[in-house]
């Protein structure tokens, strides 16, 4: 991840990605307050990656006999194990950030 305000380049950890939820950062060199550029194309890929587990899950209850509470909770394993690596990368090598304005 690149710093707009003063160019520094720092790798987006584990403790730092988990630690914004909402994805805002904050440089640790010149401790500009930034935020993520999100474009149409993440939001299709966010809603793509979670149909595709919806209909993983859907067919392990099917084909396995899966209750409805079963079936859920493998949703959200599924989603959250995929999405959550794949933001990360996203967030620290593609997504551009920018300064968030405001005080």
């Known amino acids: 991840m ?3 305000a003063c160019r ?3 790798a987006l950890g584990w403790a730092r990605y ?3 939820p909402l994805g805002n950062h904050t440089c ?3 401790a500009a307050r930034l935020r993520p550029r ?3 194309r993440f939001y299709a890929a966010v809603v793509t990656t979670w149909l595709l587990v919806l209909g993983a899950s859907l067919w392990a209850m099917a084909a396995h006999g899966l209750g409805l509470g079963v079936t859920l ?3 959200f394993v599924l ?3 995929i999405l959550l690596p794949i933001d990360r990368w996203l967030d620290d090598r593609v997504r551009r950030v920018e300064l968030r304005g405001g005080p």
């Open 38 to 40: 999100t474009t149409w």
């Open 79 to 81: 989603g959250f194990g």
């Open 8 to 10: 520094t380049e720092t």
């Open 18 to 20: 988990l630690g914004s």
């Open 28 to 30: 640790p060199a010149c």
């Open 2 to 4: 690149q710093c707009p």
């Open 73 to 75: 909770a493998l949703h």
